[in-house]
């Protein structure tokens, strides 16, 4: 079943000039739930609006978005908002957490949006810390308490701990030391195994592209290269 | 929204100095508004209530076109009216007094010079004006005197008479036959206004009516109610009753330069605090769009994990409106503080600010203050109003604001 299925996806910037610029240039991507992938490709390859499109956080100037059986062209602000909630987890190569809130709170925060009652969201939490090796005592600290390492595990665990279908992350390891950033590859990828989560990375680190079961080169927003390693 | 609060809370905080400043900036704001409200009501009141209770009363009914003529011909039967039945009538009235007011000649051995002559009542009049009893020297007027005067102190000064001296009266009766009288110095008055005190002469009701021909005749009764501020409405009560048989006028409506006075006074001073108000929904706007700037990013993360716009602009809302709402509380508590510590003191007016208000005809040397619930809500209201139009554009580009676009600005 495919989880993500983009049709002729053209996205077109105008840059600072007001020149208009392909970023995604009739882009065709079939990602089937469960597939561990990476998009690579040289700065400017449009591997991020391509991720940004599959999240639903950017609209496609022409072609069709579907992910997760919707249908991501047709969807109001709001909707999108309430689709990304309930159907993806992000990771970001800046981590982003929101720095008032623990890191406990970070990562509950989208159970929070959900609804899910105190109790049941301390539980997952806690849960999902144990199984990427964050230690208990973390929990309670603030985003600037914590190492770069530390807190992209957090935010894994922020995308992870609302079970989505799909985890979209933005180059995740670019900020870490190559051992954090392997311990951490190596995390999501195990949930990739256990959970059957779908990830999706846009990146050029070679460790992300190692891992990947299926790699995907862009060039000039065109898929050059489609290579599966299943 | 509730989901929210502990996050709003958080971010008021993250910039503790930023918030600080802002809820100190409103709150001094909301204190200065306050404290010239307050200055301005408490002179105001003070102003009405002696205009009101020095002389004119509260409300006077008289024959229409007495008020503007000011003669005779408009006098009416002292009990044209059962007024003892209208007080009863109206448990807001508390008394009623009736007077003669016309004008005359007094002469002493070695002055003359012109008059306000006016016939009292003088065991009813201290019940509703306070003239009488400004009495500084020799006595006041009582029940039963007979051809006795208070005059002012300064027109005895210009008669150059003095307590026990005899003056005389002349003046045109109500059928223009010759009234003169002499009469015997009882006191002196010194209201401290200078154009009551060069003219005045007090009478008993009886030597009035005798002096101008008047007999059974009046010119006025003057009512007192148990509250001044609402004299207009009972006025139109009492007209009802005497069913329009006789004019009967609030002080606003005798005094209506006192009401223009304090307009004038209220509107200039409205101006200067609607600039502080203005200053402080720029200090708003500012505090507001720095922290939506600041955190453009972080608005783009939100909504990448779930967060809707119009959630987002919620939350800015919220922590803005939370800021508002605790710079309000601390205004107002200092505010309470700040007027109720100076009221108890009585801190003394300058004395050409004495002298000026003297030449109005108003009477008092230390600063007054209004504790009245209005000089709370008219700047906690303002600043609630301005506070929310200031949060408009902030909150509207927080809501527009789409995720890449935030990630693109940062």
């Not at chain 1, 309670?140 to 979209?168: C, K, Y």
């Not at chain 2, 060069?198 to 010119?219: C, E, K, V």
């Amino acid at each position: 079943m495919n989880t993500v299925e983009l049709s002729r996806v053209t996205k077109i910037y105008q840059d600072k000039n007001k020149i208009p610029v392909k970023a995604v240039d009739g882009v065709d991507l079939e990602i089937q739930a469960g597939e561990f992938t990476a998009i690579a490709g040289p700065s400017g390859s449009g591997k991020t609006t391509l991720l940004n499109i599959i999240g639903g956080l950017d609209k496609p100037t022409s072609g069709g978005v579907q992910v997760g059986g919707q249908d991501l062209t047709a969807l109001s602000r709001d909707k999108l908002a309430e689709f990304r909630l309930n159907t993806l987890g992000f990771i970001f190569q800046a981590y982003n957490l929101i720095p008032v809130l623990t890191a406990e709170e970070n990562a509950e925060f989208m159970l929070l949006l959900q609804g899910v009652s105190a109790q049941e969201r301390h539980t997952r939490v806690k849960q999902e810390f144990a199984e990427l090796g964050i230690a208990a005592e973390l929990m309670h600290r603030r985003p600037n308490e914590l190492s770069g390492g530390q807190q992209q595990r957090v935010a894994v665990a922020r995308a992870l701990v609302s079970h989505p279908q799909l985890i979209l992350a933005d180059e995740p390891t670019a900020n870490l030391d190559s051992k954090t950033g392997s311990v951490l590859l190596d995390k999501m990828k195990e949930m990739n195994e256990k959970k059957g989560v779908t990830f999706i990375f846009s990146t050029h680190d070679p460790m992300v592209m190692q891992r990947a079961r299926r790699l995907i080169t862009l060039k000039d927003g065109k898929i050059v290269e489609d290579v599966n390693h299943r | 929204m509730n989901k929210f609060v502990r996050l709003a809370w958080r971010n008021i905080w993250r910039n503790k100095r930023r918030s600080l400043i802002t809820i100190a900036a409103i709150s001094f704001a909301i204190v200065i508004i306050a404290l010239t409200r307050s200055l301005q009501y408490g002179t105001y009141d003070t102003m009405e209530a002696m205009a009101v209770n020095l002389f004119n009363g509260e409300i006077q009914v008289h024959r229409t076109g007495f008020h503007q003529e000011r003669t005779l011909a408009y006098h009416f039967e002292q009990d044209e009216q059962n007024w003892q039945s209208l007080l009863d009538s109206n448990p807001r009235l508390q008394g009623y007094t009736r007077r003669i007011t016309s004008f005359g000649l007094v002469s002493s051995d070695s002055a003359s010079t012109g008059a306000l002559i006016l016939g009292i009542e003088p065991d009813q009049e201290p019940a509703i004006t306070q003239f009488t009893d400004l009495v500084s020297d020799g006595s006041k007027l009582a029940a039963g005197d007979d051809h006795l005067v208070v005059i002012g102190a300064l027109l005895a000064k210009n008669l150059q008479a003095g307590i026990g001296d005899t003056v005389v009266v002349l003046t045109q009766g109500y059928q223009n036959q010759m009234g003169a009288d002499a009469y015997v110095v009882k006191g002196l008055l010194r209201s401290g206004q200078a154009e009551l005190d060069r003219s005045i002469m007090l009478m008993p009701l009886s030597n009035a009516q005798d002096l101008f021909s008047l007999y059974d005749g009046i010119t006025q009764v003057v009512f007192k109610s148990d509250n001044f501020r609402g004299a207009s409405r009972l006025a139109k009560s009492i007209s009802t009753s005497l069913n329009g048989k006789l004019e009967v006028m609030s002080w606003e409506q005798l005094m209506p330069e006192l009401k223009q006075l304090i307009l004038m006074d209220n509107v200039s001073g409205a101006i200067y605090l609607a600039f502080i108000i203005v200053v402080v929904g720029i200090e708003i706007f500012n505090a507001t769009m720095m922290s939506v700037v600041e955190r453009t990013r972080e608005f783009g993360i939100m909504q990448a994990i779930g967060v809707k716009p119009k959630q987002v602009g919620g939350l800015i809302l919220l922590e803005s409106v939370s800021k508002v709402a605790l710079s309000l509380v601390v205004g107002l508590i200092l505010s309470i503080v700040v007027v109720s510590t100076l009221s108890h003191y009585q801190i003394p007016l300058p004395k050409d600010m004495v002298e000026a208000y003297a030449e109005y005809g108003f009477v008092f040397d230390d600063l007054k203050f209004s504790a009245s619930p209005r000089v709370y809500l008219e700047p906690l209201v303002s600043i609630a109003v301005v506070a929310l139009l200031a949060l408009i554009i902030p909150i509207y580009k927080t809501y527009r604001l789409s995720p890449v676009e935030a990630f693109r600005k940062t």
